[in-house]
């Protein structure tokens, strides 16, 4: 990956990004029918990630809290109940609204329970129920983000890519979430 091969010397990237493009190519890649960027110079890529990468120290928190990988799986469990109830509710919800504000109002939601997990973190008054409280409340956040971001694409991506765009946006949600543990 162009960001993390000697990412002491940034002066390199544009070259390695280069050479991954060139990479693509010699292995067939057809830029008429694929289109290539730079994941680094996508901020929703970005932020992806920043939500992610915080699942796997979640349940790190938890387990060193409690010694108790029961308590690790029910930190994860409850951070996927919320999809399960109010997936389909928030899916609905962006068909009927306007998805950037429904993307956006869920980001700050979820940006408030971020901040009050560092200020009791910060003031050691975390206790294991204020994990599972921020784990719902995020994740109830969260889960109106995601169908509100998938009805986007359609309005982002000529309708002839939109299949390849899907699939790329599925892919890389999913890839992120099974590469760490959880």
Do not use: C
């Not at 951070?79 to 980001?107: T, Y």
């Amino acid at each position: 990956h162009a960001l993390t091969t000697d990412y002491a010397d940034p002066s390199q990237i544009k070259a390695y990004t280069i050479e991954v493009v060139l990479d693509w190519l010699a292995a067939g890649l057809d830029p008429r029918k694929a289109t290539f960027f730079v994941q680094s110079r996508l901020p929703e890529h970005a932020e992806l990630h920043l939500l992610f990468s915080m699942f796997t120290p979640l349940a790190w928190l938890v387990y060193q809290m409690s010694d108790s990988p029961f308590l690790v799986g029910a930190i994860s469990g409850a951070r996927s109940l919320p999809f399960l109830i109010f997936g389909p509710i928030a899916g609905a919800l962006a068909d009927r609204v306007d998805r950037k504000r429904q993307m956006v109002w869920s980001q700050v939601v979820i940006l408030a329970f971020y901040v009050g997990l560092l200020l009791l973190l910060i003031t050691e008054q975390m206790v294991m129920w204020h994990l599972f409280a921020f784990t719902l409340g995020s994740s109830i956040a969260y889960s109106f983000n995601q169908p509100a971001r998938h009805a986007l694409l359609p309005v982002l991506v000529p309708k002839d890519a939109l299949m390849n765009a899907s699939a790329l946006q599925t892919m890389g949600h999913n890839i992120t979430r099974g590469v760490g543990p959880t």
